[in-house]
């Protein structure tokens, strides 16, 4: 009789599994031309070129996730020379789209259209292009579901979305550096 608590416990816990996982099966079916259109999207994107010939947005893998790559178009260069870590705090100006043009997010809505943030607080994508970019540097951003929100749905953010960023690195205020072997 002892163990009957425990065993509904268990139980209820295979049970509420089971539902997740039915709901994240019917998520991947429902998004599924979502998912499809935004993977053709990136796909596009990565094969466009520039008039010369180059390619248009480079792939960018951080040192810490060699498997996760982010395209990113350099639109101005700025003047600074030391590139946030992951760790840092910075100020920025940013845009956000989703790959069809809607937006969802802008600092532009903020009452100063500067904003700081910890890049380590952001998608694993946000934070991978601003560890490449220097103080007065913008770029547009292109980054994959996986590295986004991935399979979570935030508010004007559908699952399995592709993440279209302008971004424009104001300051690294208290700048720290970055650990480095001896």
Not at 13 to 32: F, H, M, P, R, T
Not at 124 to 146: H, K, R, W
Not at 162 to 173: E, H, Q, R, Y
Request: neutral net charge.
């Amino acid at each position: 009789m002892k163990r009957l608590p425990h065993i509904l416990f268990i139980a209820m816990g295979v049970l509420i599994a089971l539902a997740s996982c039915n709901k994240d099966e019917s998520n991947w079916e429902k998004y599924k031309d979502w998912r499809k259109a935004n993977d053709a999207y990136i796909e596009q994107k990565a094969e466009e070129l520039n008039a010369d010939g180059t390619y248009a947005y480079a792939r960018i893998s951080p040192d810490w996730d060699k498997g996760s790559v982010v395209l990113m178009k350099k639109l101005k260069k700025g003047s600074g020379t030391v590139k946030p870590t992951y760790t840092s705090y910075v100020d920025v100006i940013y845009k956000g789209t989703l790959y069809d043009g809607t937006p969802f997010d802008s600092t532009y809505s903020y009452v100063d259209s500067i904003t700081t943030i910890k890049l380590s607080a952001t998608v694993q994508g946000f934070a991978m292009a601003l560890t490449n970019m220097v103080v007065g540097d913008s770029c547009e951003v292109i980054i994959p579901a996986y590295i986004g929100y991935g399979e979570l749905e935030k508010t004007g953010i559908p699952p399995y979305s592709a993440l279209m960023f302008g971004i424009k690195l104001v300051d690294i205020p208290a700048y720290e550096k970055p650990y480095e072997k001896k």
